[in-house]
């Protein structure tokens, strides 16, 4: 009932200032013919800015009715912009009925230390703790079932179904980037399937840079040092990196590092294609992806 009359009390002032302004134009103005004040009338209704420039530059009187022109015109610009970001919030707020955590939004983990996005540093793509220039990258920052955040260093968290992640034990998680906070303080994620990305274990994710394997288990993730500006592959349980210029899967979709550089490209057609000495299959790391069955895909 309050949101209802809040909106027709906006309507009311926008609709009497319209009105003003349309008589003020009628009155004011100094018109050759009663055609032309009946138009630019009928005009400022609908256009008000048309029909005050027309006015102000060709039949305008004296100063003080230009004046008085120009602040019915500001009033009705004020109240007409305030009626429609509020309408516009309201139709957000009634169909979602949530709040989103948004760019602006700060974050806490267990340990009491505070999370918040800084365009300023590197963008929104990371969360900078406790006000310093150490951060998180936004797409492995996650928040328990009680909306702590959490960081998924080795990247165990994965897709369950698109209203929740979950750990290699089942515990719940919802990633930052995609959660919303309900009125009631309950956390909701919901993220379409359709944009998942998978790894070669048929596993989901919600970023693009998904875990590599190699034979033994490891695992390994992208990313791009600015600093360098290449790309590298890190291994994650390690910390060592492996450039991406010589990083491959072989034909089972297993990371493997050409360290020394020995692998040939198979033909100009084929450039994420390449074999080694023995004559055995790779492909370029950051040319393939996986299939919902982690079935590997070479993109050509």
């Given at each position: 009932m309050e949101k209802l009359i809040i909106n027709v009390f906006i309507?009311?002032?926008?609709l009497n200032l319209r009105a003003l302004y349309s008589t003020l134009i009628y009155f004011k103005s100094r018109f050759p013919y009663?055609?032309?004040?009946?138009?630019?009338?009928?005009?400022?209704?609908?256009?008000?800015?048309?029909a005050g420039a027309i006015c102000i530059s060709r039949y305008k009187r004296r100063a003080k009715d230009v004046l008085l022109i120009v602040v019915t015109f500001i009033m009705l610009v004020v109240s007409t912009v305030f009626g429609v970001k509020y309408y516009a919030y309201e139709i957000y707020d009634e169909a979602s009925d949530?709040?989103?955590?948004?760019?602006?939004?700060?974050?806490?983990?267990?340990?009491?230390?505070?999370?918040?996005?800084?365009?300023?540093?590197?963008?929104f793509d990371y969360?900078?703790?406790?006000?310093?220039?150490?951060?998180?990258?936004?797409?492995?920052?996650?928040?328990?079932?009680d909306g702590y955040l959490i960081y998924d260093s080795d990247l165990s968290i994965t897709v369950k179904d698109e209203y929740t992640c979950v750990d290699t034990d089942g515990k719940v998680y919802y990633p930052v980037k995609y959660t919303?906070?309900?009125?009631?303080?309950?956390?909701?994620?919901?993220?379409?399937?359709?944009n998942l990305n998978y790894d070669r274990l048929g596993k989901a994710y919600t970023y693009d840079y998904v875990p590599y394997y190699d034979k033994d288990g490891n695992k390994y993730v992208y990313s791009f040092n600015s600093d360098t500006q290449?790309?590298?592959?890190?291994?994650?349980?390690?910390?060592?990196?492996?450039?991406?210029e010589y990083s491959f899967v072989d034909k089972d979709g297993y990371f493997v590092y050409d360290k020394n550089h020995e692998f040939k490209r198979v033909s100009e057609e084929q450039n994420k294609t390449y074999t080694d000495k023995n004559g055995n299959v790779y492909?370029?790391?950051?040319?393939?992806d996986w299939e919902k069955d982690g079935k590997l895909i070479v993109i050509q």
């Open positions: 309507a009311y002032v926008i009663n055609s032309t004040q009946n138009f630019l009338t009928a005009l400022s209704f609908a256009l008000p800015t048309v949530h709040f989103c955590l948004d760019k602006y939004a700060t974050f806490t983990d267990r340990d009491n230390n505070k999370y918040k996005y800084d365009f300023d540093k590197k963008g969360l900078f703790i406790n006000g310093t220039d150490e951060c998180l990258y936004t797409d492995y920052c996650y928040l328990d079932k919303n906070l309900k009125k009631d303080g309950t956390i909701k994620f919901y993220f379409n399937p359709s290449k790309g590298i592959y890190t291994k994650i349980s390690t910390g060592d990196t492996f450039e991406n492909y370029w790391a950051s040319g393939v």
